[in-house]
């Protein structure tokens, strides 16, 4: 409570002693976490632990049962927007009105004269308004939208480009506090790649939501989980808290034990198969995946999710081959001279800018599209496995899973059915249920299961992980990893490219062919060609205005000289107060450990708990320091930094 009562007047988060409801359900009980300036938070948890609630809490849109929630009362809040509005103003106008004070300074310059029209240029002037329609197209440009389109009306934008206006509008806010819920759901990978930059120079505090992790490694810097109504902060990006969490975990070992099957399973394979000529493919495609299999961490071991592919009934020695062949719709060609043969153990990811033809590229594969020239050829036995976005919607949705899984294998006993559902995270009374209430990633995750029971031998995949969570993210790439077919995949996931593909073609400029490189060879450059199409300005003012700044440019620099003994004090205790908080997290963690309270272990309990008492106290008085310092620091910058 007296960190609550100190955050009212410093700029800091602060949740004390909430406890968050849904119905009867209890989705926060009893947390306490301080969340300090410039943070960035990636907030995890399995699907309905609250995570959306708790950012509505803070939106003000739900109240907490109890406890107290500070926020400091001039920050500014941004978050992207659930629906957009029908409209006719064009996407740049849009997007500007997320600069609400450039927005209310511009309707003010309409009518304004004398004396106040000159304030107000200086205003605009004071928040560098003149450069505010260069910074929303360049948001725009970076989020995929070409420089015609950027002048279209809203209306004429499907659903998932007016959700990347809606994040663009976004980011346009001049926010101290940004939350963002899933951003890169309807972001192809070029898009992720800058947004990620983007948020990685944001500088105000940011909560991200999501389940990519390569993702949320570039960007956080601390990870609160939601687990058992409790929210936990811990230090470090996602892959350290995985690691952290695993340890814990790890005490049950029966899903390290499972992973050693799997390993032993693929191994016998691999040493079984690998000097015959017919199966050297296929064994090399699997000791492959026994490699990448080291990435995997621990830390899924609770998941609910334990599926793996069938072998596939038939496995030609060549499954698809295209030579030279254009794709398009009617007259017109979006990809040409494509040249593609797929063997069992393939595995390619397809990249390349939106738009460039990727999911066109897969409709071809898949059968969808016939190609407008060139020649093609499939084996007898090619069996295809596709996964794409509208499949989702053409589901049974007045049948059961069970019903639509039941339709593939008349014959099957129902409770094999059962089993083979539930390992798809379908248990008990939800496999009777309808299709037609399910949420996006349980869709998802049916489409899937009905897809894996098929036995393809080649699998076709765009997209996949839409609408799916971490554990079903990590589980997929287990199972990719044991098929030993061939595979095409589009995802903008790149922890799920990394792990399944040997080898990448990029889609572009009319072209597919073989990109010399790997991920990050590819986020390399395609930061080099957003730098090369960075959008000019239309306002040639806005150039005067720049050099008309050299003095205030001068003045800057002489302020933050000023102020370097505060910064230098701000980010020893910074550094101080991230230390002690994973040196009390790593205490908390011995003392949940309940062999620590066997009697041999009485000694060392004591000494855990008195370290416990002196970290506590010492990160208390850190964190006063620390307030101290920040309020001396906005003094001088309120007083024109005369220290």
Known sequence: MFLYLVAKIYSMIVLSEITLRRGSQKLLSDVSISLHPGYKVGLTGANGTGKSSLFAMIRGELGQDEGELSIPPNWVLAHVAQETPSSNVTALAYVLEGDK?????????????????GNLHAQLDAID???????????????????NQINNPVDSFSGGWRMRLNLAQALMCRSDLLLLDEPTNHLDLDAVIWLQDWLIKYEGTLILISHDREFLDAVVKHIAHIEHAKLTLYTGNYSSFEKVRAERLAQQQSAFEKQQRERAHMQKYVDRFRAQATKAKQAQSRLKALERMEEISAAAVDSPFTFRFFEPEKLPERLLN?????????????????????????????????????????????????????????????????????????????????????????????????????SFGFQGSRVDEPVKPFSGGEKARLVLALLVYQKPNLLLLDEPTNHLDLQMRHALSVALQGFSGAMVIVSHDRH???????????????????????????????????????LPSDDDASVTKELSKKEQRQLDAERRKQLQPLTSKLKKLEKQLDELTEKTDQLERSLADPDLYLEQNKEKLKKTLLAKSESDKSLQLVEFDWMEVSEEYETAMQQGIQI
């Open 101 to 117: 004070e450039f927005v209310a300074l511009h309707k003010e310059l309409e009518t304004a004269e004398g004396e106040h029209l």
């Open 496 to 534: 799920l490219l990394k792990t399944v593909t040997d080898e990448l073609v990029i889609v572009h400029d009319g072209k597919a062919e073989a990109f010399d490189g790997d991920l990050d060879d590819y986020a390399a450059f395609i930061k080099e060609a957003f730098k090369k199409e960075e």
């Open 322 to 422: 295209v030579v030279d062949a254009s794709i398009g719709y009617g007259d017109t060609t979006i990809v040409s001279n494509v040249k593609l043969q797929l063997m069992p153990g393939e595995r390619i990811g397809l990249i390349g800018p939106n738009g460039a033809g990727k999911s066109t590229l897969i409709k071809f594969l898949a059968g969808e599209i016939k190609a407008q020239a060139g020649e093609s050829w499939e084996a007898q036995d090619l069996k295809i496995g596709y996964f794409a976005q509208h499949q989702l919607e053409q589901l049974r949705v007045d049948q059961t899973a069970l019903e639509q899984l039941r339709l593939l294998d008349k014959d099957a006993r129902e409770q094999d059915l059962r089993n083979y559902l539930g």
């Open 129 to 147: 308004g003149y450069t505010t329609e260069s910074r929303a197209a360049t948001l725009l440009h970076g989020l995929g939208f070409s420089q």
